[in-house]
């Protein structure tokens, strides 16, 4: 049983920064990769960056150079901290992990979602 709870979203003018968390909590024994989805309004949820346990990340094309995923293991947190924003980012940002309980069972969570709308 997880929660994750997501915080750090509002509006902010074009070229501005903000930086979003998500705190996951709950019988965890280990949490393996994290990542950040976002879902335009009228658009499907993409993948917007990844992290792995290791600390290797990847993002996507339209992100490089300007969102930067980091985590924090020993607060079971991951970070997007988004620098240079444009209006075409203006989305609900949700965050992923893939944890494994205590009881065994693996499979990943998905936080509440944040709105982050970027004014021209």
């Known amino acids: 049983q997880v929660q994750l709870a997501e915080s750090g979203g509002g509006l902010v003018q074009a070229g501005g920064s903000l930086r979003l968390s998500c705190v996951a909590s709950?019988?965890?024994?280990?949490?393996?990769?994290m990542a950040w989805y976002r879902q335009p309004p009228g658009k499907q949820r993409e993948l917007v960056a990844t992290?792995?346990?290791?600390?290797?990340?990847n993002y996507s094309d339209s992100v490089k150079g300007r969102f930067t995923i980091s985590r924090d293991n020993a607060k079971n947190t991951v970070y997007l901290q988004m620098n240079n924003l444009k209006p075409e980012h203006t989305a609900v940002y949700y965050c992923?992990?893939?944890?494994?309980?205590?009881?065994?069972?693996?499979?990943?969570?998905w936080g509440q979602g944040t709105q982050v709308t970027v004014a021209s």
């Open positions: 709950g019988y965890i024994w280990r949490i393996n990769g």
């Open positions: 992290i792995t346990s290791g600390g290797t990340t």
């Open positions: 992923n992990v893939d944890a494994t309980l205590t009881s065994g069972t693996r499979r990943s969570y």
